[in-house]
């Protein structure tokens, strides 16, 4: 049977010799879970293991930093032994059981299989008995070398630029190769090789162009490194959906390409962001946790390039006071006719940053159940928080239907799942505001069309000032058709003039010159060129769009233009080198080669050392 809540059985716990992992949870468990009494005694087996330390693993070992005693206290045979023989009773007591995690439907065998496989890669060990892993923490590598983005707009660019197909934006498949962001003598390591090769092993891994790509940096390690470690991939029958193909062979080549899966989706199915957004970003406009968030997008900056199942959006709130801990939350949130457990808690972030003793800070954390506390298909009820305010129109992705406000500050667009319900509580307002937006809606939502867009909130009109200020800092008051000037600066003042209307000074009104200056944040090619000369968002546009200051938008390997900090000299990182590109690199000693062209890029042969073609290095005439 399938499981009827969202559940994760993993957060942090104190230090024990041995654990259950429904440690904790009421009776109702099995009922909430939907699986049967044998199998709910097979999950529930008592575990000779550290317990914190093995729930820190079963939650990603790459989550955290490890030490050596945290190997060493979980790495210990009676741990090993004990994982083993609760994965094999959970196999055979719930071989028709399922669960959901995260909104996926799975074998209820994925929960034992979590904990196996985060061992499995954490006790690895070289022939010297030395810890894999906590080597694998120190691995440096490179970036892909890529073109510069203006590589084709100076004066005289290079050849290549004239080849119709060519695409700055495109990496070739040869400098992908992992042969080349690495030293031989670190990849060709026992410890880099056997890492590699358990991560091919995971129970989890999904059939995708990223696995395949995994696959074939393995098999070119192991020629480069001549050595021969078979492996075998998972037949990734863990999630709910077509059956997959034959496990590969064992030298590492897949006989029958894999089926794409189709897990069932229990949340919220969520497309990739058309611009960059953080993980609290993500978090903020899809009310999960941020947790929750990483774990489904599989990536701790959550970014994807399919759809993802998040969980049913809930109440959220941001993690501000150092310190902050289950307990005295769960107290926070509790209130004269409703206590809330820990056991509550716990089920609704199954996927906490940090631990119950100290949370991580600024991130999201649900406060209500995902989905709400109503049940009713039918009747619309209204959630508790106040909608937001807009002050620009926005623009539908979706076409939207006859009925819906012209004047919208904000859209959703409709997927399969949503309902009138849903779509009110992740937006804070009423189902009559969602109706007066779109009057096309019935008293029974039964027209909610799928990939349309719905419009969840209207402009408000900015007010005049009446004091000379203006801006987001004040109510958002305009200037036009105030006594203090048609433009409103950056700094929130009304006027007339450069210092008011230039595009580095003014936020709006009567703006005057180019439009190049950045009014929201965002910069460089992939908004038209924006540029970061507008006070309020920093001096630097960094190579992700962004402007902003410090190292992370101003250093030189992160900067794309504006103030980017000087870093002259010392070897390329990159195979970009010369006058032409940000710090002036260098080439000699690198493994892009031993010269620097005219055009800035590093290499060997005549097209980058003989004569006029080469800037620096190995120069020859």
Not at 43 to 70: H, P, Q, V
Request: aromatic content about 10%; overall charge negative; hydrophobic content about 30%.
């Amino acid at each position: 049977m399938a499981s009827r809540v969202l559940l994760t059985f993993l957060w942090a716990a104190s230090s024990n010799a041995a654990f259950n992992v429904l440690s904790g949870f009421d009776a109702s468990i099995q009922f909430n879970l939907g699986i049967s009494t044998n199998c709910m005694a097979a999950i529930n087996t008592t575990l000779n293991c550290d317990e914190a330390n093995a729930k820190m693993a079963a939650m990603g070992m790459d989550e955290n930093y490890w030490y050596r005693e945290n190997i060493t206290t979980l790495c210990t045979s009676q741990c090993r032994s004990s994982m083993s023989s609760w994965l094999g009773l959970v196999e055979t007591d719930c071989a028709t059981d399922t669960i959901t995690q995260a909104g996926i439907v799975m074998q209820a065998k994925a929960i034992p299989l979590q904990y196996t496989n985060a061992l499995d890669l954490a006790c690895l060990q070289n022939a010297a008995s030395e810890w894999c892993f906590l080597e694998s923490q120190t691995w440096v590598g490179s970036d892909y070398i890529r073109y510069h983005p203006a590589m084709c707009y100076v004066d005289d660019p290079p050849a290549v630029c004239d080849t119709p197909d060519f695409d700055v934006d495109v990496i070739d498949p040869a400098l992908q190769a992992v042969t080349g962001l690495y030293d031989k003598s670190l990849y060709c390591n026992e410890c880099f090789l056997k890492v590699w090769r358990q991560r091919l092993l995971s129970p989890f891994l999904t059939p995708g162009n990223w696995t395949e790509y995994r696959m074939d940096q393995f098999d070119a390690l192991q020629r480069n490194c001549t050595t021969s470690m078979p492996y075998q991939t998972s037949a990734n029958t863990l999630y709910i959906g077509t059956q997959s193909a034959t496990p590969t062979p064992t030298d590492g080549t897949p006989t029958t390409p894999a089926p794409t899966v189709t897990p069932t989706c229990t949340g919220q199915v969520v497309q990739p962001p058309s611009t960059f957004l953080t993980c609290n970003g993500l978090a903020d406009q899809y009310h999960v946790a941020t947790g929750d968030l990483k774990v489904a997008a599989n990536d701790p900056f959550c970014r994807f390039e399919k759809a993802i199942c998040l969980p049913l959006p809930c109440e959220i709130k941001v993690i501000e006071t150092y310190g902050e801990t289950c307990t005295s939350l769960e107290k926070q949130i509790s209130n004269s006719t409703n206590t809330v457990t820990h056991e509550q808690f716990i089920g609704w972030n199954p996927s906490l940053e940090g631990s119950c003793d100290g949370l991580a800070l600024n991130q999201r954390i649900c406060i209500s159940p995902p989905g709400g506390f109503w049940v009713s298909n039918t009747t619309i009820v209204g959630p508790t928080s106040g909608s937001a305010v807009y002050h620009t129109t926005a623009t539908p992705v979706w076409p939207t239907q006859s009925g819906s406000i012209e004047d919208c500050g904000a859209y959703h667009e409709v997927v399969d799942g949503d309902t009138c319900n849903l779509v009110c509580l992740i937006y804070g307002i009423t189902f009559a505001a969602l109706r007066r937006f779109n009057t096309y809606l019935n008293a029974d939502c039964t027209n909610l069309w799928l990939k349309s867009s719905v419009c969840v909130g209207e402009v408000t009109p900015d007010p005049v000032s009446t004091d000379g200020s203006c801006g987001p800092g004040n109510n958002f008051a305009t200037c036009a058709g105030s006594a203090f000037g048609s433009c409103c600066s950056v700094y929130g003042y009304c006027g007339d003039g450069d210092n008011y209307c230039s595009p580095g000074m003014c936020y709006s009104g009567a703006c005057t010159g180019s439009p190049t200056s950045t009014t929201n944040g965002t910069c460089g090619p992939s908004v038209g060129g924006l540029t970061c000369d507008n006070p309020r968002f920093g001096p630097c546009c960094s190579v992700y769009g962004w402007c902003g200051e410090g190292t992370d938008f101003c250093a030189p390997e992160n900067c794309y233009s504006g103030q980017c900090d000087p870093e002259l000299g010392g070897p390329s990182i990159n195979g970009e080198c010369g006058p032409l590109f940000q710090g002036n690199k260098t080439c000699t000693g690198t493994q892009f080669g031993a010269c620097c062209s005219q055009y800035g890029y590093c290499g060997n042969g005549d097209d980058y050392c003989k004569g006029e073609n080469c800037y620096s290095g190995a120069c020859t005439t």
